[in-house]
Structure formats: structure tokens, C-alpha cells
């Protein structure tokens, strides 16, 4: 168990990206960190980049079994976490027309079961204490559309109407359940695309750039942060008015 009065926090998929500026930013915000990575070698990483004050762990979201040893492992050395931050997520682009199974049901597996695989099973405790923040990352694409992303638009459409049901479910608890919707982000998930998309994209974006890690993170802090109490069921876009949702 963490030593420490701070709270905890789990941040899934904090080895890159989006997670990983999450998790650097709870940390600045006084919280107990501990990230997840789906490799031992990212999990040590994570246990590097925080120090003394947060932890790496080992949680694949897209299998039952994975999931549960991730949880058990979370819960047997860290404690269970108050703030839940739901970040990891895979896209496997195709047209729908050639899109085949394993793309669309690995897509499923990560964004959105694995959303139902983290989040009961740390509900509980947060009832316990009557406290609680769960912030959901989706994406742009939820309302956007974007060709070559029915998969993963599914999935992240999904995961607003799961945040806009679990939040009436544990209003009463003082537990808050909120989705963040990314823009256009600058991390390996989007470094594979050709230049010219990436200009097309940023020419579509009101404010001219590609979103930083740390703009998403911002936003992710305030909804966990005491001041958003009376914040839940909502979507904030963090999207530099590239869609106006
Ligand atoms: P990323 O750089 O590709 O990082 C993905 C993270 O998720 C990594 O930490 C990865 O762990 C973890 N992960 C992958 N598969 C997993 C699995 N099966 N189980 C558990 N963890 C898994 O992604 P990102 O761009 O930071 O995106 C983070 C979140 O923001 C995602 O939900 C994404 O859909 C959303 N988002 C991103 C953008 C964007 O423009 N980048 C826009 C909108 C929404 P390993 O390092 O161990 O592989």
C-alpha cells in the first residue's frame, strides 16, 4: 500500500502520449500517481518518471483476465485509487468496407470494454469513501466523424453515453464522471499520418496547431480536481475549435 496521505490516482496507458502528461500532471496536483503500461519494460519506466510519489504497473484493458491481475496488482501495492483516469486507447484505421474483424473487435476489446473492465471494479471503494473522480478519454471523432475511424468513433461515442449513464448512477456517492475529448494531438498515435493530412488538419483548427499532451491534461486536471464537484456527466473538448460539438 502506498505510504501517504495524498490520494491516488490511476491513470491507464500513462507510458506515452496523453497518459503519460496526465500522469506527470496529477502528480504536480499532489496526488499518489500509479500508471499503467501493457510491458513490464513501461511499467518500469512509469515507476522512473514519478519517483517516490507514484508507481508503474502492468494493465492490459482488452482481456477479463489481464484486467483483473492489473487491478489486483493496483490494489495490492498501491490501494485503491479516488481518481480514475481512463486514457488508454488504439486505433486500427480502415474503411469500413475493408475493415476487417480482428480491427473492429480489438478496437472494441481496449476503448470500451476495457472502460467496463477498470471502472466496476474500483467503483466500490470510491462508494466506500464517497468520493470519487472518473474522467474518460474520448476523442473529436465521437462527433466528427472521420472516414477510415468507424471503429474507433464507435467506441469513443460509446464511451460518452457510459460516462453520461455512470454519472447519474453515483451522483448521490459524491463520485463525478466526466469525458475529456481530444482534438487533434501530437503523439505517436497521430505521427504516422502524412504531412499533408496533418497541414489539412491543422488548417481545419480555429487556433492554426496541433493540440499538446498538456493541453489535455489540464483539462483532465480540473475534472478531477475538488473545484468540479458540480461537474458530471459532461464531455469537455479540448479541441482547439477544429469541431464546435
Ligand atoms: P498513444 O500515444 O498511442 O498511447 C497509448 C497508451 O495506451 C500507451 O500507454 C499504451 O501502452 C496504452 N495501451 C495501448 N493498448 C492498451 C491495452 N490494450 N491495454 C492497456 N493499455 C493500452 O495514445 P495517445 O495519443 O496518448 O492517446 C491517449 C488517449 O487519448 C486514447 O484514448 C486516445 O483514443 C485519445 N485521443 C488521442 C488523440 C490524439 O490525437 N492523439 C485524439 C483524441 C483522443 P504501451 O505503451 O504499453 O503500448
Given at each position: 500500500m502506498a505510504d501517504t496521505d495524498r490520494r491516488i490516482a490511476l491513470v491507464t496507458g500513462a507510458s506515452r502520449g496523453i497518459g503519460r502528461a496526465i500522469a506527470a500532471r496529477l502528480l504536480r496536483d499532489g496526488y499518489f500517481v500509479v500508471g499503467s503500461a501493457t510491458s513490464d519494460d513501461g511499467a518500469q519506466r512509469i515507476d522512473a518518471d514519478l519517483g517516490d510519489l507514484g508507481g508503474g504497473i502492468v494493465l492490459r484493458v482488452d482481456g477479463d483476465e489481464t484486467a483483473e491481475q492489473g487491478i489486483g496488482d493496483l490494489l495490492e501495492r498501491f490501494g485503491a485509487p479516488s481518481v480514475l483516469v481512463n486514457n488508454a486507447g488504439i486505433t486500427r484505421d480502415n474503411l469500413l468496407?475493408?475493415?476487417?474483424?480482428?480491427?473492429?473487435?480489438?478496437?472494441?476489446?481496449?476503448?470500451?470494454?476495457?472502460?467496463?473492465?477498470?471502472?466496476?471494479?474500483?467503483l466500490r471503494a470510491m462508494m466506500r469513501q464517497r468520493f470519487g473522480r472518473i474522467v474518460n478519454l474520448s476523442s473529436v471523432v465521437a462527433r466528427m466523424g472521420n472516414p477510415g475511424q468507424t471503429n474507433?468513433?464507435?467506441?469513443?461515442?460509446?464511451?460518452?453515453?457510459?460516462?453520461?449513464?455512470?454519472?447519474?448512477?453515483?451522483?448521490?456517492?459524491?463520485?463525478?464522471?466526466?469525458?475529456?475529448?481530444?482534438?487533434?494531438?501530437?503523439?505517436?498515435?497521430?505521427?504516422?499520418?502524412?504531412?499533408?493530412?496533418?497541414?489539412?488538419?491543422?488548417?481545419?483548427?480555429?487556433?492554426?496547431?496541433?493540440?499538446?499532451?498538456?493541453?489535455?491534461?489540464?483539462?483532465?486536471?480540473?475534472?478531477?480536481?475538488?473545484?468540479?464537484?458540480?461537474?458530471?456527466?459532461?464531455?469537455?473538448?479540448?479541441?482547439?475549435?477544429?469541431?464546435?460539438?
Open positions: 468496407m475493408r475493415m476487417t474483424g480482428v480491427q473492429w473487435s480489438s478496437v472494441v476489446e481496449a476503448n470500451l470494454s476495457g472502460l467496463y473492465r477498470v471502472t466496476r471494479p474500483l474507433y468513433a464507435a467506441t469513443k461515442a460509446g464511451i460518452e453515453g457510459f460516462t453520461r449513464a455512470l454519472a447519474q448512477e453515483v451522483g448521490s456517492r459524491g463520485i463525478t464522471v466526466n469525458a475529456v475529448a481530444p482534438g487533434f494531438i501530437d503523439t505517436d498515435m497521430t505521427r504516422d499520418l502524412a504531412e499533408e493530412q496533418r497541414q489539412a488538419m491543422v488548417d481545419r483548427t480555429a487556433v492554426r496547431r496541433m493540440g499538446s499532451v498538456e493541453d489535455v491534461a489540464a483539462a483532465v486536471s480540473f475534472l478531477a480536481s475538488d473545484s468540479a464537484g458540480y461537474i458530471t456527466g459532461e464531455t469537455l473538448h479540448v479541441n482547439g475549435g477544429l469541431y464546435a460539438a
